[in-house]
């Protein structure tokens, strides 16, 4: 099987690492951080100036006509670089649901706004009582004339407190943990009733609270069927878990290049520490795990566009699994051979384990995974 990167490919990796080679360093994640939506403004006009939001989607839609590659592509240079801006949740979660469950008439509206960095998006799915489960949707739409009202609470919602729209889903029909029932809803976060509750997670990243009290949305607001919007739900989580890999194998590679670079140069007992034959195997360790996470990256970005959803989460699930045990290899050995320096907050390597920790939880952990391709049979299909 061919993995080189086309013509076209290999100018997205290029110019997307050489944005954030010029512009993302260390230092400035730092200052972004501070900034009171907790990213830099600036660098998201920069990544719509450069046409990453329009990297999935269509041409016809103002898009570059994309897909997961690409997207793995840009995910894995925000992973090196640390990057804090809510790509994710836009163009990925938001995103994915108006590409595969809105009319043409609805991305024809919508998208616009998100392709040129004008109009940010949030997807607010995730409940208090659910963990990973995604059909467990307790939020309730009731229809009011034409229109619906939304009530009830969202539970982390990443990047919900700076987003311009949330994608809502909410239950319209039948039990709580129902797989039919649930519809998906665009609503405006400055919306009567709609209140948020931003903070910042462990990694350096934002989320929200949101609740929903009587909100109020038309008819035009519902994305896709009002009652059957679970299996593009699913789809899309499977694309942002193959999204969240490449992220992931992005921060692996950067911790074990900082950590090489450090045996290189610090000196113990006259020597460099890199010299110590029991450090080597240590680093050589942390090596195979970032291969091995950076193959089924590989694998769950080819296999995220499957039509086939059994298919398709076998191999993302798998994917997940060897992420969480590579990242916790990778981190620990980076932070252990750096020594002091490596547990501090003035240094970068600890927050890249935080990140890579952190996106071993989103949508699921190692754990979760592991149990989800046991029930499967098998990580391959026979």
Do not use: N
């Not at 061919?2 to 944005?19: G, M, N």
């Not at 730092?30 to 403004?41: A, L, Q, V, Y």
């Not at 009582?129 to 969202?154: P, T």
Request: charged residues 25%; aromatic residues 6%; proline residues 3%.
């Amino acid at each position: 099987m061919d993995f080189d990167l086309s013509e076209e490919q290999s100018l997205l990796k290029d110019s997307v690492e050489r944005l954030l080679a010029d512009r993302y360093d260390f230092e400035a994640r730092k200052r972004h951080g501070k900034h009171p939506e907790g990213f830099s403004p600036e660098m998201w006009r920069a990544y719509a100036e450069q046409g990453l939001l329009a990297v999935p989607f269509s041409e016809e839609e103002g898009g570059i006509g994309g897909g997961t590659i690409e997207t793995m592509i840009v995910m894995e240079a925000f992973g090196g670089a640390l990057v804090l801006e809510p790509y994710l949740s836009t163009v990925v979660l938001a995103g994915g649901l108006l590409r595969h469950a809105a009319s043409a008439e609805q991305r024809a509206e919508w998208l616009p706004g998100l392709i040129g960095g004008e109009t940010r998006y949030a997807l607010a799915h995730g409940e208090r009582q659910a963990r990973y489960d995604l059909h467990d949707v307790g939020v309730q739409a009731r229809r009011d004339g034409e229109g619906w009202v939304l009530e009830g609470e969202k539970a982390l919602v990443l990047h919900g407190d700076s987003a311009d729209r949330l994608i809502v889903s909410a239950r319209t029909a039948g039990g709580r943990r129902d797989r039919d029932g649930i519809g998906l809803f665009l609503v405006e976060a400055g919306a009567e009733g709609v209140s948020r509750r931003g903070y910042p997670t462990q990694d350096g990243q934002r989320a929200a609270e949101v609740s929903l009290s009587s909100v109020r949305v038309g008819p035009e607001a519902v994305i896709g069927s009002p009652e059957g919007a679970l299996p593009a739900i699913e789809r899309v989580a499977d694309e942002a878990i193959a999204a969240l890999c490449a992220e992931a194998v992005g921060a692996m590679d950067r911790m074990h290049r900082l950590t090489v670079e450090y045996l290189k140069t610090r000196k113990q007992f006259g020597v460099t520490i890199g010299s110590f034959q029991v450090l080597q195997h240590r680093a050589a360790d942390m090596f195979i795990a970032l291969e091995q996470a950076r193959s089924m990256s590989f694998l769950a970005t080819m296999m995220a566009e499957a039509d086939d959803p059994a298919e398709r989460s076998r191999a993302v699930s798998g994917a997940k699994v060897q992420i969480g045990r590579s990242g916790r290899t990778v981190g620990q050995g980076a932070v252990q051979l750096h020594g002091g320096v490596g547990m501090t907050m003035e240094y970068s390597v600890g927050h890249y384990f935080k990140r890579v920790t952190m996106i071993d939880q989103l949508f699921g952990d190692a754990d979760h995974h592991l149990a989800r391709v046991a029930r499967m049979g098998s990580l391959l299909a026979a």
